[in-house]
């Protein structure tokens, strides 16, 4: 199963786990170490995707979909590998070093997403 947006209510969460400061922006791989990751790594957690699976990660793959038990959770297409969102959000978070305000602000105003 395929979904071509993201559930609203996870955007939000999403965007939320991205502002509380409870993880700390980590680059150029999903899980870097206890709560260091990059804005996708975020997104995994926040779907429900287990920790040990994010480890030694640089994208999201559809496989971590498998690790979602809620498939109302499920990341949509646009943000795994290869994905238009997913490679501007990578580019974002590790190339251009946005914030996690910087990248929640743009998934915010992303209807896309």
Not at 38 to 48: F, S
Not at 70 to 77: A, L, R, S
Request: charged residues 25%; contains cysteine; negative net charge.
């Amino acid at each position: 199963m395929s979904i071509e947006k993201l559930n609203p209510e996870i955007k939000q969460k999403w965007i939320d786990n991205l502002l509380s400061g409870e993880y700390r922006q980590g680059i150029e791989t999903l899980h870097i170490n206890k709560n260091c990751m990059c804005c996708l790594g975020v997104l995994a957690i926040t779907c429900g995707v287990p920790l040990k699976q994010l480890k030694n990660c640089d994208f999201l793959l559809p496989s971590h979909n498998n690790f979602i038990e809620n498939k109302e959770h499920q990341i949509p297409k646009s943000l795994l590998f290869g994905g238009k969102i997913g490679e501007t959000l990578a580019n974002m978070n590790d190339e251009l070093r946005k914030s996690f305000e910087e990248i929640a602000e743009y998934i915010k105003n992303n209807e896309e997403i």
